[in-house]
């Protein structure tokens, strides 16, 4: 089948396009959809036309939208060589005995985080229920309407009873100047390229933050009047508060400026990351090298901890006192991952990496490299190192740090959940 293929991306003006009079009463209460990725595979013309019109509805206007005239194998070929994306939309004339056989080869490629909605031709409810038990979040019949397709996103990514939908990955570093900033750019420029899901890099080190040098932007206070305004935080603020980086990166950056002096209360940062937590998949918060209630209140609150050291005793130290602390504030949460940085510096002493964490009794889940032309060019130029040499092994190395805290598999890996579930319950049948 030729595909026509759409992509829709978020509007960046704002204004509302003229849609038609919403089918039913429920569209009007439905919340703007979040930055989402979603990419529907339609066969047929009624579909289509009912999905495009979403992509010009207001409320799709930060989702990133794609449309391919396509079948399921037409997403399983796609995915079988490129990142699923936050939500897939499918549509199919498969009998309900045939549906999972024709899911399987895409659930072998689908990502565990990966939502699915299908759309087919039979009202059959023990299928509605054996889809819903494999892992696919809703199944509708044809024919659909704009607001149906839009009410069972919004239930899926906007519901407050739903699970919050992003991800927030905290980084912080054992002493000052280890490289922390730099690999949480790095990696947050990764995770959104690689996956081109929508992440949002927050930078939490308001006097001093590097995250608008090192991307090369000039943007307002975004950060400070967040975080100083909290009533005034709802979606709409906070649009105007990020700054574009690139396709899938927005910023928000710190004012790096000294007019003020930056005292917080542990809460101080908790209505921002909740906004950030509802409107992008993920967040990567910079936080600074410092041991206060609110950044404390911040590390404990992340879904994943990075701690990056150098090989030195002040760091082992420091990185072995903020192991036990974050184990006691997170008693139910992962342990925090740790990289060792700034490598093989020329003629400097340094604890091998073995030595380093031998005594933390963690495994690094990265050891970079002191390579002082890379990183410097990268900072000099306001650019990541992937922009700057893709081949090289650092920027593997940010590659593997972004699968790792997102919770993504490489291809061909085991799947926990979603369309993955459905695979790993077909092995157990066959
Ligand atoms: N592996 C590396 N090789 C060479 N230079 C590096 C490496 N990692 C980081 N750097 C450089 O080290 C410097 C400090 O990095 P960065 O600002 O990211 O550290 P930080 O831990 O966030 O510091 P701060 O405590 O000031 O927040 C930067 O100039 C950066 O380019
Ligand atoms: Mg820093």
Not at 269 to 290: K, N
Not at 374 to 400: C, H, V, W, Y
Request: with cysteine; charged share 25%; net charge negative.
């Amino acid at each position: 089948m030729t595909a026509i293929d759409y992509d829709i991306q978020p509007r960046q003006d704002g204004r509302h396009a003229q849609t038609e009079a919403a089918a039913t009463g429920d569209l009007e209460s439905l919340r703007p959809l979040p930055r989402i990725s979603i990419h529907a595979f339609c066969m047929s013309e009624p579909i289509l036309r009912v999905m495009e019109k979403c992509g010009q509805d207001r409320r799709m206007a930060k989702v990133s939208l794609r449309i391919t005239n396509g079948n399921v194998s037409a997403a399983a070929n796609m995915f079988s060589s490129s990142p699923t994306p936050n939500l897939i939309i499918l549509e199919t004339d498969a009998e309900p005995a045939n549906l999972m056989e024709e899911l399987s080869p895409l659930a072998e490629v689908c990502d565990p985080s990966t939502r699915v909605i299908i759309i087919g031709r039979y009202n059959d409810i023990p299928l509605y229920r054996a889809l819903i038990r494999n892992g696919i979040s809703e199944y509708m019949v044809a024919p659909v309407s704009m607001a149906d397709v839009l009410g069972a996103v919004a239930a899926i990514f906007v519901d407050p009873e739903a699970e919050p939908l992003g991800r927030t990955v905290a980084f912080i570093g054992a002493k000052g100047g280890v490289g922390s900033s730099t690999i949480s750019h790095n990696c947050a420029f990764s995770i959104s390229s690689l996956f081109s899901t929508e992440t949002i890099l927050a930078d939490l080190d308001l006097p001093y933050g590097t995250a608008n040098i090192d991307f090369d932007q000039d943007p307002a206070q975004g950060m400070a009047e967040a975080v100083f305004s909290p009533d005034r935080l709802d979606e709409v603020f906070l649009d105007r508060l990020l700054t574009t980086c690139s396709q899938n990166l927005s910023l928000l950056a710190a004012p790096s400026l000294l007019d003020r002096a930056y005292d917080f209360d542990r809460m101080a940062f908790h209505p921002v990351m909740e906004l950030l937590q509802r409107s992008a998949p993920v967040t990567v918060l910079d936080v600074p090298h410092v041991w206060s209630d609110w950044t404390r209140s911040v590390l404990s609150d992340a879904d994943e901890v990075v701690i990056t050291c150098a090989p030195d005793l002040a760091n082992l130290r420091n990185a072995k006192n903020m192991l036990d602390a974050l184990k006691k504030l997170r008693p139910n949460d992962k342990t925090p991952h740790f990289i060792l940085n700034q490598v093989g510096m020329p003629k400097r002493p340094e604890i091998a990496p073995n030595d380093f964490f031998e005594p933390l009794e963690v495994d690094p889940v990265a050891i970079i490299p002191f390579d002082v032309q890379l990183f410097g060019n990268a900072a000099n130029s306001g650019r990541m190192i992937s922009e700057i040499d893709a081949k090289s092994p650092t920027a593997e190395i940010f590659s593997q740090i972004a699968h790792l805290v997102t919770g993504r598999v490489r291809l061909k890996k085991e799947k926990k959940g979603g369309l993955g579930k459905m695979l790993s319950l077909l092995g157990r049948k066959k």
